[in-house]
């Protein structure tokens, strides 16, 4: 089984930027990737997606603000997250895709 671990969240002001990364026990190469966030309160909602030739897809009210890249060498997932705001904040997950979840990290959007 895939272990994944995330890190990179914490508190930041809204317009701010964090850079989240999952780094996976095994080789990601050819695997899925994806970023899943769960808000208090609220089902766990998907983010954003890398395939393993490198296209990707974004829920709608992350496109243009979040980016999501791979680098296969590292077995690394990165999302790149922008312009952040306070509804951007939430616990979020790295996913191998019908696979293996992350524990998780907080990412905080507030003044």
């Known amino acids: 089984q895939v272990q994944l671990v995330e890190s990179g969240g914490g508190l930041v002001q809204p317009g701010g930027s964090l850079r989240l990364s999952c780094v996976a026990s095994?080789?990601?190469?050819?695997?899925?990737m994806a970023w899943y966030r769960q808000a208090p309160g609220k089902q766990r909602e998907f983010v954003a997606r890398i395939f393993s030739g490198g296209s990707t897809s974004y829920v709608d009210s992350v496109k243009g603000r979040f980016t999501i890249s791979r680098d296969n060498a590292k077995n690394t997932v990165y999302l790149q997250m922008n312009s952040l705001k306070p509804e951007d904040t939430a616990v979020y997950y790295c996913?191998?895709?019908?696979?293996?979840w992350g524990q998780g990290t907080q990412v905080t959007v507030s003044s």
């Open positions: 996913n191998q895709v019908g696979g293996s």
């Open positions: 095994v080789t990601i190469r050819l695997y899925s």
